[in-house]
């Protein structure tokens, strides 16, 4: 019997490596779509088998098929379609899911449903804890005012550049996309996931943008997450509603060590009672 060559050993050895690789599962929020993940895909995937499930394009026949026949978008909905994409195109749990904003409530409405097919939980920006939240994506369609959509997802403002508005201007105009749009809008705004935060058995990492201008009351929504009784909270300094893009590297470290137990200590700077202590109340809070 021939022994093998180095290079099969090594490719032997590759192939074992990947296919052992936990799977990591991304889910975007009402703004986004999978190419969010862009600048953390390459990132994660050297110690996971990451997944993007499409669940909002909002131009896809699926979607415009279950809004034709009266179907409503609601976080259950999405739920649903995840728990298929998960049963039907991966099959390994059990999956740490990382989400984003709405992404947030698909996720641990998934996970209460489906407890021992969850590993880690990793939630950014997450909606739906506590309070009202600032939606631009609504004015944006309405007023078709994109510059105001895109800029008040981040703190750096040079992130919200010409090109991803024209982007954003772009798809509001093609009309299929934008029903679906409304139609998630109008089944997802208001939405709570409030009663079930408590109910959630998985270790949390929750992270937090500081100067998050969508959610209306970012300590409220800190202290509501702290009912989750395996929760991990970080807020970063000067970061918007979307950390995985505004700080990449950071945010890529963070989850990769808590995913791989490795995140033994938050520094001090991202402390979220730390953060707490020194501010109460939100500058984000929307007055009366």
């Not at 390459?42 to 997944?51: G, R």
């Not at 992270?207 to 409220?220: E, M, N, R, T, Y």
């Not at 009912?227 to 991990?232: Q, S, V």
């Not at 938050?266 to 202590?277: H, K």
Request: hydrophobic content about 40%; proline content about 6%.
């Amino acid at each position: 019997m021939r022994k093998p060559r180095v290079g099969q050993i090594f490719s032997l050895r590759t192939l074992s490596k990947y296919q052992t690789r936990p799977p990591m599962i991304l889910v975007n929020g009402l703004a986004e779509q999978a190419d969010s993940w862009c600048t953390n895909r390459p990132a994660w995937s050297k110690q996971f088998d990451v997944k993007v499930p499409e669940l909002l394009v909002y131009d896809g026949d699926a979607l415009h098929r279950h809004i034709e026949t009266g179907g409503e978008v609601t976080v259950g909905y999405l739920a649903d379609r995840l728990h298929t994409f998960l049963e039907e195109f991966v099959q390994k749990p059990p999956y740490h899911l990382v989400g984003s904003s709405l992404g947030c409530q698909v996720i641990l409405t998934y996970a209460i449903r489906n407890p021992e097919k969850v590993g880690k939980i990793v939630l950014m920006a997450p909606s739906g804890f506590y309070g009202d939240e600032n939606l631009p994506v609504i004015e944006g369609v309405s007023r078709s005012n994109y510059g105001t959509l895109v800029g008040s997802v981040f703190y750096r403002k040079y992130l919200a550049n010409e090109d991803l508005i024209r982007a954003f201007e772009r798809k509001f105009k093609d009309r299929k996309w934008k029903k679906g749009v409304l139609k998630t809008l109008r089944g997802t705004v208001g939405h709570s996931v409030s009663d079930l935060l408590e109910k959630v058995p998985h270790p949390v990492l929750v992270i937090w943008g500081a100067d998050d201008k969508v959610l209306s009351d970012v300590p409220g929504s800190i202290r509501a997450a702290d009912r989750m009784i395996r929760a991990r909270q970080v807020v970063i300094p000067k970061c918007g509603h979307a950390p995985q893009i505004e700080k990449s590297r950071l945010v890529n470290s963070l989850v990769s060590k808590y995913l791989r137990d490795k995140l033994t200590n938050v520094p001090q700077q991202l402390d979220a009672a730390r953060w707490l202590r020194q501010n109460p109340v939100s500058s984000t809070t929307v007055k009366a």
